[in-house]
């Protein structure tokens, strides 16, 4: 019988499996952060331990880092702390560290992709949930907890137990106007926000390997929003030619033998999978959330549905959801207004994400009540977006081009949503006060987002591109 790609991997970095336990995995890299770090580094400093293999970590200040006057000190005490508190554990015990200030500051799953550190074949962890983006390379990339990071730091490996596997298939040509991020929609929307709880997900089929990296990104950044441990993408040439030349991708000689093994990274023809899902690439349209979790969005043409229409014991969480929301059932998402556009997160802030939403904009002028922000994954795509007049077209546009970070994908930092209003958010969770306390989050697309900032309100972009 032949082996999936996850098995692949996770049978190359099987240290040794634990009778009646979870198995012990080498980790390739570690990527980390100023918010779930300071704990681990505590532990080890406590134990009197040293980080294990230091040239495999690499640190970024993402979260709490401000977006606006980055060269000043932080405002908000917390993030403060929090920031500087990596700065000296990262000095202390011999981590690379892109910090505020440095060119390679961002955000650390824009960041490691960019850089080439992340690359086909890899086991990679972060204290993050949105560590699933890197699978987009063909690595088994997952988050893990604080506790986690500590021991990853000390030993370059963890405990695992080998999840069940899934394979997601997109099959066909998607429609004009409909994006990565409406795939991955559409899927959790299908199969809810835990469909996936206890798998590791592989996304294949021909709308899959049509799709570019940064596309990719997208959608396996949001594997964790189905309850899934993560989701892969098999490495092909478009792979290959993004990564090559990138700072840290091998070159010459080892590029080439990197190649040959990148090469066997695909699930194999009589590979078996614990359930597999098929989707034709043609029945998306441009998606929209509704609801308190990424499951709750409809395609834009559709309704709010009908209470009726949801299972019973969803019920009670459903109408929660759209007291929170101030919306109504039944009703359509489309004409809902916004107060706020947000374009940016791991999830869309990468440079091809700027493009399509500058492509949209060029010429025209936000609506005079809703609010702008566009807040780059990094300082590379910031400094490519200025280098391209994508920071002009945002200027006359009337939006507000900011310098990188998590910013409002989340409210833990200075950028956040204020309580009641509607942002419209290309990033990839709508909990309750998850841009701020008792805002009202609507995730779409980058091109559904550039349209209700032109408009003011939810609309079908494909009543306004070229078809």
């Given at each position: 019988m032949g082996k999936t790609l996850f098995e692949k991997i996770w049978e190359k970095h099987l240290v040794t499996t634990i009778e009646g336990g979870p198995s012990v995995l080498y980790i390739d890299k570690h990527l980390i952060h100023e918010v779930t770090?300071?704990?681990?580094?505590?532990?080890?400093?406590?134990?009197?331990?040293?980080?294990?293999?230091?040239?495999?970590?690499?640190?970024?200040?993402?979260?709490?880092?401000?977006?606006?006057?980055?060269?000043?000190?932080?405002?908000?005490?917390?993030?403060?702390?929090?920031?500087?508190?990596?700065?000296?554990?990262?000095?202390?015990?011999?981590?690379?560290?892109?910090?505020?200030?440095?060119?390679?500051?961002?955000?650390?799953?824009?960041?490691?992709?960019?850089?080439?550190?992340?690359?086909?074949?890899?086991?990679?962890?972060?204290?993050?949930?949105?560590?699933?983006?890197?699978?987009?390379?063909?690595?088994?990339?997952?988050?893990?907890g604080t506790s986690e990071v500590e021991m990853v730091l000390a030993t370059q490996c963890l405990l695992q137990t080998k999840p069940k596997l899934m394979r997601i298939n997109v099959e066909g040509n998607l429609n004009k106007g409909v994006l990565s991020k409406d795939i991955i929609l559409h899927i959790i929307s299908l199969i809810s926000a835990s469909g996936a709880t206890g798998y590791f997900v592989e996304y294949a089929g021909s709308a899959i390997r049509s799709l570019s990296m940064e596309a990719r990104m997208t959608i396996c950044n949001m594997s964790i929003e189905m309850g899934a441990r993560g989701g892969l993408i098999a490495p092909d040439e478009i792979t290959f030619q993004y990564m090559k030349g990138r700072r840290f991708a091998p070159s010459g000689d080892a590029w080439n033998e990197k190649l040959v093994y990148w090469k066997t990274l695909q699930s194999d023809t009589d590979a078996v999978f614990d359930h597999e899902l098929h989707i034709r690439a043609e029945d998306i349209e441009p998606m929209v959330t509704y609801g308190t979790n990424p499951g709750m969005g409809?395609?834009?043409?559709?309704?709010?549905?009908?209470?009726?229409?949801?299972?019973?014991?969803?019920?009670?969480?459903?109408?929660?959801?759209?007291?929170?929301?101030?919306?109504?059932?039944?009703?359509?998402?489309?004409?809902?207004?916004?107060?706020?556009?947000?374009?940016?997160?791991?999830?869309?802030?990468?440079?091809?994400?700027?493009?399509?939403?500058?492509?949209?904009?060029k010429g025209k002028?936000?609506?005079?009540?809703?609010?702008?922000?566009?807040?780059?994954?990094?300082?590379?795509?910031?400094?490519?977006?200025?280098?391209?007049?994508?920071?002009?077209?945002?200027?006359?546009?009337?939006?507000?081009?900011?310098?990188?970070?998590?910013?409002?994908?989340l409210g833990m930092n200075e950028d956040k949503i204020p309580a009641g209003k509607y942002c419209i958010s290309t990033s990839n969770r709508n909990f309750e006060g998850r841009q701020g306390p008792n805002a009202r989050t609507l995730l779409a697309s980058p091109l559904t987002a550039a349209v209700a900032a032109i408009t003011g309100k939810v609309e079908d972009v494909r009543d306004y591109i070229n078809l």
């Open positions: 770090s300071p704990q681990a580094f505590k532990g080890l400093s406590k134990r009197g331990l040293h980080v294990f293999r230091p040239q495999q970590v690499v640190a970024t200040a993402d979260h709490n880092v401000p977006t606006i006057d980055q060269h000043l000190p932080i405002r908000e005490e917390l993030s403060r702390k929090q920031v500087d508190a990596l700065k000296e554990n990262c000095a202390d015990f011999g981590i690379e560290l892109y910090g505020l200030g440095h060119p390679f500051q961002g955000i650390v799953h824009v960041i490691g992709p960019e850089l080439g550190i992340t690359q086909p074949g890899m086991t990679m962890v972060c204290g993050d949930s949105h560590t699933s983006t890197h699978g987009a390379f063909g690595t088994i990339a997952f988050g893990i409809t395609g834009i043409s559709q309704h709010i549905p009908t209470l009726d229409a949801i299972e019973e014991k969803e019920r009670p969480n459903f109408t929660k959801a759209l007291q929170y929301m101030g919306l109504s059932a039944g009703a359509p998402i489309r004409g809902q207004k916004v107060d706020y556009v947000f374009i940016g997160s791991c999830t869309n802030s990468r440079i091809e994400d700027l493009r399509l939403v500058a492509d949209f904009v002028k936000k609506a005079d009540e809703v609010e702008v922000w566009v807040v780059p994954g990094s300082k590379q795509v910031e400094a490519q977006a200025r280098e391209e007049g994508i920071d002009k077209i945002f200027e006359e546009a009337g939006f507000q081009l900011r310098g990188p970070g998590c910013s409002a994908c």
